[in-house]
């Protein structure tokens, strides 16, 4: 299975070069996306099948790269449930692009890089060794910056392209040298000999901080998530979709790999951190999502929050390793891990949602659409699907990933230790405000985006998407409802790769009467999604018909209410900023500092009035501003070295040769 | 057999809860009346407000959509499904294993969900105003809902509501500091939910004060009669969670014989009676709140619930 | 002392710190002072059940004192004094209600966690008994720090004092309780009546009593 993984990566790697070939013929658009298509549904199905059967670890080594190292490859259960997810996206979304590529106007710019974008997000998925990882990681990188710069005349584009560009290099930095910590001085760079090679405290302490920095910022924790928002909604909106569905991902199979599996044993307090990291991104996160009007920012925000609930379960899995609570930490684990997979399937469909309603109307701001459901009925219905499951709304898959989390924080007073016993009913809370805010979150974004009335011509001229985006939207809504409705077969799927790194599992749920999930005990919980559905159906069919057959099932339309105050304009109904006011105003003004102030003109002026809101990014003002200052003011003080005479650069190397000279004459 | 009884149980207490909803608002408004020393509507008032309203002709906006109309069986259905599952007159309902406290208030929780983008629907500032507000309440009750929720699963070993009532009822849990604190929390947090004073008016006719009902301002005929029907129901949710729970003497055992059941409904029909006065009594004797004054309230209310699980998870006994 | 004796004495404890939280989040004057009516009368049952349990009957005489003195006597004329001079306003805060309840919570599980650590070998129930009445302490001076007002600062102070006197009866045989409770309630009875003298000679330059009696058969 593995070679035939990669023979799929290499085809697509060849895509990618005939994409170049081709890229300004009509036929490159259908090829490159269709050949995409085939490819990932090969390699997500390869890492299902992998998983499910229960095959044993497959290893490969090419004769490439490093001479004396070689390429690595691997295949176990953590990296075919990551081949599967990242599988499952990329198809996604070139059935997406196949209708959505169409409205590309420079296609030459997007084609060669989003195969060899899918083709690296593969392969760090299969690397067994850190060279070929970083490399992988990095081509998924610039392959990705690549397509963030597709559409480079715009402004922000270039700002976000740029911002970009330097986080990314600095996560790599920060993993490369935990390798290079993990990897200890004889070098041993194969993922077999690290394994082998286990670090002193301090070490395995340093490669932890290190690899959560690195994988981190590219999964975007909070303070290192200020370039997500920035380049996901730059991006055409199926390559936004694939960045903060799957890219995110990779990012924590990075930190899954480094921290669960090559470190060695964990230390306790390593928990501490990734929980209190996990805990303040995912309120950070939603709260950003909820200052903004840009329908893709806000999705981007959004991503945040969902990469903080993942880090929560894997905070928790670590916690309950350290104290030997193996069972729980499958739980904790496990928890995490259906997330990955939930929010990959629910952020690409709200992204492509937003990309059929860019392509419908050409707008991203949401205070400039509104009425979409009469217009694309079939996008709002599938955007409200994902609304939903993102919400974390039985009987939809959010939920069960968010009712295992809270499981496993029910499951903590075991821990023994004061600070987790302090922080986990503490982010038990921050994770419950998460919910609930993301659920207000969601409201905004559909009830402003889609329902209401058009503020905008452009919104009222809105047509339906092609079949090929809806396809693709409906395939993941679906998707949302089976996971949701069938949740133990995803988490019996998720054994093997538990059971892998912290040396239980949870109990079988296959035999589990009724499809429920049991995650403990019978005793203690179960939950039924199947059940929970099927109820809200019939009761729901039931009282229609009932009431329909019985009392009156007459309807006339009118013009609406609206307390006899009837108000023609749009404009009079409520925009994002208004919905978001009353939640801006209770954790606006501590989080963001936010001000509101509004200036009357004068009585018998005609001037409108005018509201400002002001925000300000505290992270960035504290964190990214100083920085960028501070590398600023010290490139000024070395541009003077552009500026020496010949003599001046003539001193320069015969002092360093001299200097070199004397080291060699001292050194012992 | 015993699984024919549990299912005639199971029905007879969907059954009951849908009957007894309207009943409850009614007994609430009645008192309140009492107090305020008018004669108030009568006692079966609701119920035949909910009949005239269903046989009306819906009157529906220009702008509203197919999902306006649709949301209101969404909201009965997720309030019912959820009412059903709390044990009232008996504990281990034959279904209760497939949602427990959580699944319920996220239930709940999408009821709301659903209720907000219905105000947003048809495109008024009223309906804006009413979803902005109730999200914001929302997004500190549900919190406040969940600590309580992990306060008593803390206690009672389980999160399956029939779990809880039987062990708060057979075993040795004693009176505890962190279900006193608990028990504060949850009645503010079933104050907010339910939109009573002091979060929101039930009775308000100025729009601007309105938090529920602004939402629902466009609503008419069978769809409010089902918006109506399932606010009582979600009233009548919280008053049994809280009966259930913190009350649950009289409660039946899941293998009682048919004088137990009796002795559980009638001491169900006085714990909600109790519930109902004494909602009456405190709406009366309060004024509503600011609307920023809210935040605060929930706040306290997830601190409150907060400090209750920190409690059980620092110590043993507490 | 078993079972439900603890889980009474725990109840009345917890209900203390509860009633602290809730004086935080009061802006009213008027409604502070009930607040502290009804901690000190929570006060004064958790002293009488532990006389009760303890079988120590001259803690009932400061149950007593709790009851007469800080559940009646001071807030009655705490309210009659401060509508007369005029100050029953507002109470104007450092820091808002939410972020006060957040320090709270965490001086409760800071409270928590040093009683729970630093006796570690004492007897397990009254250990938490200590937690809750530091946890009482710490909010009462939180509450003095964050208000402007003197008169609500006077109420933290009280509740201050009502946790140290719940510390003393909640460890058994401490001596002289009853003879602490008088002093103190002395001291506070000066210091307040100190804050008024203050603030009538502010008013009407005098304390003279009888100019007080001239001016307000004037404004009749």
């Known amino acids: 299975m593995l070679t035939l993984v990669l023979l799929c990566i290499g085809a697509l790697f060849g895509v990618s070069a005939l994409a170049i070939a081709i890229g300004r013929s009509a036929l490159a658009t259908p090829i490159v996306y269709g050949s995409s298509l085939v490819v990932s549904l090969l390699s997500c199905l390869t890492g299902v099948a992998h998983l499910l059967s229960g095959s044993a670890v497959e290893r490969l080594t090419l004769p490439l790269g490093l001479p004396w190292l070689g390429t690595h490859f691997r295949l176990d259960a953590l990296s075919a449930y990551f081949l599967a997810v990242v599988g499952l996206g990329t198809f996604a979304a070139s059935l997406f692009a196949l209708g959505y590529g169409r409205h590309e106007k420079t296609p030459s710019r997007v084609l060669p890089f989003y195969s060899a974008f899918l083709a690296a997000m593969n392969l760090v998925v299969l690397a067994d060794d850190a060279f070929s990882f970083l490399v992988s990681w990095e081509f998924m990188s610039l392959s990705s910056w690549a397509l963030v710069m597709a559409h480079h005349r715009e402004q922000e584009n270039v700002r976000a392209g740029y911002v970009y560009l330097v986080m990314a290099s600095f996560g790599t930095l920060a993993l490369l040298l935990a390798f290079g910590l993990l990897a200890g001085p004889d070098g041993g760079y194969g993922f077999a000999e690290i394994r082998d090679n286990h670090p002193s405290a301090v070490f395995a302490a340093l490669v932890m901080i290190l690899a959560l920095v690195g994988a981190g910022s590219k999964a975007g924790l909070v303070p290192l998530h200020a370039w997500l928002p920035l380049a996901h909604p730059a991006a055409p909106s199926h390559v936004s979709a694939l960045m903060s569905g799957v890219m995110t991902k990779v990012a924590v199979y990075g930190f899954v790999r480094i921290v669960f599996d090559l470190v060695g044993p964990p230390a306790w307090w390593w928990s501490i951190v990734v929980l209190t990291l996990g805990g303040i991104t995912a309120v950070m996160g939603v709260l950003y999502a909820l200052m903004q009007h840009d329908l893709k920012r806000l999705l981007a925000y959004h991503t945040v929050e969902n990469i903080g609930i993942i880090f929560i379960g894997l905070g928790l899995a670590l916690a309950f390793k350290t104290h030997g609570a193996d069972f729980a930490a499958a739980l904790a684990m496990t928890a995490g891990l259906l997330h990955v997979f939930n929010h990959s399937v629910f952020k690409s469909l709200l992204f492509f949602g937003a990309g059929a309603v860019l392509t419908a109307t050409g707008e991203r701001d949401m205070e400039h659409l509104g009425g979409l459901i009469h217009r694309m009925p079939q996008t709002a219905f599938v955007f409200l699907v994902g609304c939903a499951a993102i919400s974390a709304l039985p009987p939809l898959n959010g939920f069960v990933s968010e009712w295992l989390t809270f499981q496993a924080i029910l499951l903590s007073p075991q821990l023994s230790s004061w600070g987790l016993k302090l922080l986990v009913p503490a982010v038990g809370a921050l994770l419950a405000l998460s919910a609930a805010l993301a659920a207000a979150c969601f409201v905004k974004a559909f009830g402003v985006t889609f329902l209401g009335r058009p503020r905008t011509p452009a919104a009222e001229r809105a047509q339906e998407t092609d079949r090929f985006s809806r396809a693709a939207m409906f395939f993941l809504a679906a998707l949302c409802l089976v996971a949701g409705i069938l949740p133990g077969l995803f988490i019996d799927a998720l054994a093997r790769v538990v059971q892998a790194f912290v040396g239980a599992r949870m109990p079988v749920q296959a035999g589990v009467e009724w499809l429920s999930i049991v995650p403990i005990a019978e005793s203690r919980s179960s939950y039924n999604g199947l059940l929970v559905f099927l109820f809200m159906v019939i009761s729901g069919t039931l009282m229609a018909f009932a009431i329909h057959r019985l009392a009156s099932d007459r309807l006339r339309r009118a013009p609406a209410w609206d307390c006899g105050y009837p108000d023609p304009s749009p404009v009079t109904q409520y925009s994002a900023s208004s919905f978001a006011q009353p939640i801006r105003r209770v954790f606006g003004t501590v989080v963001f500092r936010v001000r509101e102030h509004g200036e009357m003109p004068p009585p018998g002026d005609t001037r409108p009035a005018r509201l400002t809101v002001e925000l300000h990014d505290r992270v960035w003002d504290a964190l990214y501003a100083p920085v960028a200052n501070a590398v600023g003011f010290a490139a000024d003080r070395l541009n003077r070295l552009q500026f020496l005479t010949i003599r001046q650069f003539l001193s320069l190397v015969f002092a360093s040769l001299v200097t070199l000279l004397l080291v060699l004459a001292i050194w012992p | 057999m015993a699984v024919i009884v549990d299912l005639a149980v199971q029905g007879a207490q969907m059954l009951l809860v849908l009957l007894l909803a309207p009943l409850l608002t009614g007994l609430v408004r009645k008192t309140k009346a009492r107090f305020l020393r008018r004669r108030g509507p009568p006692l079966l008032q609701p ?115 029939s779990t809880m009532a039987g062990a708060l009822l057979y075993s040795e849990v004693g009176l505890r500091v962190s279900l006193g604190l608990a028990l504060v929390a949850l009645v503010m947090v079933a104050i907010a939910e339910n939109a009573r004073i002091p979060v929101d008016n039930p009775a308000t006719h100025l729009e601007l004060t309105m938090v529920h009902e602004a939402m629902v301002l466009e609503y008419s005929g069978r769809h409010l009669a089902l918006i109506d029907l399932a606010a009582a129901l979600k009233l009548l949710l919280y008053l049994s969670l809280i009966a259930c729970i913190f009350m649950p003497w009289g409660i039946a055992r899941a293998d009682a014989s048919l004088t137990a059941l009796g002795l559980g409904l009638v001491s169900y029909f006085g714990k909600l009676a109790v519930g109902g006065l004494l909602l009456a009594l405190f709406e009366t004797s309060i004024a509503k709140m600011r609307v920023f004054r809210v935040p605060e309230f929930l706040g306290a209310a997830l601190m409150l619930g907060l400090l209750a699980t920190l409690l059980l998870f620092v110590s043993r006994s507490l | 002392m078993r079972g439900l004796d603890f889980d009474i004495a725990h109840l009345l404890a917890g209900s203390l710190v509860l009633i602290s939280f809730l004086q935080l989040y009061q802006d009213r004057l008027y409604a502070l002072i009930n607040m502290f009516a009804i901690h000190a009368l929570v006060l004064a049952l958790s002293v009488a059940w532990q006389a009760h349990v303890q079988d120590a009957p001259h803690l009932y005489v400061t149950a007593a004192i709790a009851l007469g003195f800080k559940a009646i006597v001071i807030p009655v004329a705490l309210h009659r004094i401060i509508v007369r001079l005029g100050i029953h306003r507002e109470i104007e805060k450092v820091v808002g209600v939410g972020a006060a309840m957040l320090l709270g919570m965490g001086l409760v599980a800071l409270s928590m966690v040093v009683m729970l650590r630093v006796t570690a070998g004492a007897d397990p129930l009254a250990r938490e008994d200590l937690a809750f009445a530091l946890s009482v302490v710490l909010l009462g001076l939180l509450m003095m720090v964050t208000r402007r007002n003197a008169v609500s600062q006077v109420v933290g102070f009280m509740s201050l004092e009502n946790g140290l006197v719940l510390a003393a009866t909640g460890a058994k045989g401490m001596p002289l309780v009853v003879e602490i409770s008088v002093a103190f309630s002395i001291l506070i009875a000066f210091i307040v009546i100190g804050i008024f003298l203050f603030r009538i000679r502010e008013r009407f330059d005098t304390v003279d009593v009888q100019a007080l009696d001239i001016r307000r058969g004037e404004r009749q």
């Open chain 2, 47 to 161: 119920y035949r407000d909910l009949v005239r309203l269903m046989r009306k002709e819906v009157v529906l906006a220009e702008s509203a959509s197919w999902l306006f109309r649709v949301i209101p069986y969404i909201i009965f259905a997720a309030t019912w499904v959820a009412a059903s599952l709390v044990p009232t007159f008996r504990t281990g309902l034959l279904f209760s294993w497939s949602a427990d406290l959580i699944a319920i208030i996220a239930l709940l929780g999408s009821a709301r969900f659903f209720l907000a983008l219905a105000g947003m629907d048809v495109g008024t500032s009223f309906g804006g105003i009413g979803s902005s507000r109730e999200v914001m309440i929302a997004s500190l009750a549900e919190p406040a809902m969940i600590m309580v929720v992990f306060t008593l699963a803390l206690v009672a070993g389980s999160t399956q509501l």
